[in-house]
T-cell receptor, first 113, second 112 residues
């Protein structure tokens, strides 16, 4: 079975500071890993994905994530955040046989002025 | 702008009403999904259609009835819903099952 753990339910960060949102996964098979962002009153938008290849993945809006197989992690990072990054961020794992992707519980990013 | 279009954006209905949620994509994706999302929670998978056939039904109550008329359209028919069914209903699509999913902005459903 696959699972995803997002250790932080909320992360407050000052504007222009760096941020890391943590994600750990569990899987017995090869995985695909995703980060999605959800702005207020909107659906989910794909930030970035790891399917195979380079373990450092660059996404939209200046975000990147690193796949670490030994630590079963896929942490999301941004070197300098903006007020517009205020949103809910979901880590997700897929690639199992039954067509699902499994979402973490989400991390709310609060940008402080 | 999202490439997955959901209508209506908002819906208020009584417990005895029948209504339908609609989802459309023109990306040529062959897998389509319905999710239910409660406030401050992740999306919960309800149904998956793969090549227009229902491939996953997550034990959703029969008052929710999905339909996939063609590869671009996905409907969710609602009947005799309960107040606890109030939520954001999200549609998503992907090239094939298991690949990155593209989400619509959802229908916010309120049951009176």
């Amino acid at each position: 079975a696959q699972s995803v753990t997002q250790l932080d339910s909320q992360v407050p960060v000052f504007e222009e500071a760096p941020v890391e949102l943590r994600c750990n996964y569990s899987s017995s098979v090869s995985v695909y890993l995703f980060w999605y962002v959800q702005y207020p009153n909107q659906g989910l938008q794909l930030l970035l994905k790891y399917l195979s290849g380079s373990t450092l993945v660059k996404g939209i809006n200046g975000f990147e994530a690193e796949f670490n197989k030994s630590q079963t992690s896929f942490h999301l990072r941004k070197p300098s955040v903006h007020i517009s990054d205020t949103a809910e961020y979901f880590c997700a794992v897929g690639g199992n046989r039954d067509d699902k992707i499994i979402f973490g519980k989400g991390t709310r990013l609060h940008i402080l002025p | 702008d999202t490439e997955v279009t959901q209508t209506p954006k908002h819906l208020v209905m009584g417990m005895t009403n029948k209504k339908s949620l609609k989802c459309e994509q023109h990306m040529g994706h062959r897998a389509m999904y319905w999710y239910k999302q409660k406030a401050k929670k992740p999306p919960e998978l309800m149904f998956v259609y793969s090549y227009e056939k229902l491939s996953i039904n997550e034990s959703v109550p029969s008052r929710f009835s999905p339909e996939c008329p063609n590869s671009s359209l996905l409907n969710l028919h609602l009947h005799a819903l309960q107040p606890e069914d109030s939520a954001l209903y999200l549609c998503a699509s992907s090239q094939v099952s298991g690949t990155p999913q593209h989400f619509g902005d959802g229908t916010r459903l309120s049951i009176l």
